[in-house]
C-alpha cells in the first residue's frame, strides 16, 4: 500500500504533466486532480489480476464518486426452460454498448449525492447503465444480469471505501480479477456539492493480452481456418504418440 509521504510525492510530480495532457484538461484552480497509479494493463497467461489505485485531492468541500468501466459490447442474455426432458432457450434479452467492467464506490449513497436526473446522464449506478444499454426495464433479466457481472467481479459496487488523508487527499484501491476483460477503459473521478457537479476527470486506462496466449487468440480471430487446421493437426500429432508410447 502506497504511503502518505510516497503518495503526496507522486500526486505532486503528476502535476505538471497532468496539467499539459488534454486528457486530463485540469489545472491547479481546478476544484479537483486526480490520476491512477498505472496507465496500462498487461494480461499474460500467469496473470492473476492486479490492483489500481485511484487517487486525487480535492480543493473544495463535496462528495466524490469514482468510476472505472470498460470495454463495450453488445450482450445477450438468454433464459432457458426444461421442455420434453430438454432445456431450451425461450427467451433473451440484449443489451447494447455495456460495460463488461464497471466499479464504482462513493462517499455517501449515489441517491444522497446528486438528483436521479444528473446520475442517469452520467452513468452512475448499474440499473442506471443496464437502462442506458436497454431502456425498456426486465426485473428478472436486469436481475440476471447484475448478478452474472457481479459472481465474475467484473461489476464490483461499491468496490472499496474511499479514504481521506486530512481534508483534501483521497485514494481508493481496485482489485482487478484475473478475468479481467482486455480493452479501453476510463476512471472517472466526480466531484459534487449539494447535487451540483463542480469538477469531472476522466483518466484513460488499457488493458491487453500479450505472450503467447495472445499471438495464438490473434492468430484464431485473423485466420480461422489455419487455426482449425493447425489444431487438427496437433490433436491427431498427439494422438498418435501417446498411442505409440503406451501400446503394449
Request: charge should be positive; aromatic fraction near 10%.
Amino acid at each position: 500500500m502506497m504511503t502518505l509521504p510516497i503518495l503526496i510525492a507522486s500526486l505532486l510530480l503528476s502535476l505538471p504533466a497532468l496539467a499539459q495532457e488534454a486528457n486530463h484538461a485540469v489545472s491547479l484552480t481546478n476544484p479537483m486532480i486526480a490520476d491512477i497509479s498505472r496507465n496500462t494493463v498487461e494480461i499474460r497467461s500467469d496473470f492473476n489480476g492486479t490492483q489500481l489505485l485511484v487517487f486525487g485531492v480535492r480543493n473544495v468541500p463535496g462528495d466524490l464518486v469514482i468510476v472505472v468501466r470498460g470495454p463495450t459490447a453488445l450482450v445477450t442474455l438468454r433464459r432457458k426452460e426444461r421442455i420434453a426432458g430438454m432445456w431450451m432457450h425461450v427467451d433473451q434479452r440484449k443489451y447494447d454498448k455495456l460495460p463488461l467492467f464497471y466499479a464504482i464506490a462513493s462517499t455517501k449513497p449515489l441517491s444522497r449525492i446528486a438528483p436521479p436526473s444528473t446520475l442517469q446522464s452520467l452513468g452512475l449506478g448499474e440499473s442506471r447503465i443496464i437502462l442506458t444499454a436497454n431502456s425498456v426495464p426486465d426485473d428478472i433479466f436486469d436481475k440476471a444480469l447484475d448478478h452474472t457481472l457481479s459472481t465474475k467481479n467484473w461489476w464490483q459496487a461499491p468496490f472499496t471505501k474511499i479514504t481521506y488523508f486530512g481534508e483534501t487527499l483521497f485514494k481508493a484501491k481496485l482489485e482487478m480479477p484475473d478475468t479481467l476483460p482486455s480493452g479501453d477503459y476510463t476512471a472517472e473521478v466526480y466531484l459534487f456539492n449539494r447535487g451540483k457537479l463542480l469538477g469531472f476527470q476522466t483518466i484513460p486506462l488499457i488493458t491487453y493480452k500479450t505472450g503467447f496466449d495472445a499471438r495464438i487468440y490473434k492468430m484464431a480471430q485473423k485466420n480461422g481456418l489455419l487455426y482449425g487446421i493447425l489444431a487438427i493437426s496437433m490433436a491427431l500429432f498427439g494422438g498418435g504418440l501417446a498411442h505409440r508410447l503406451f501400446r503394449r
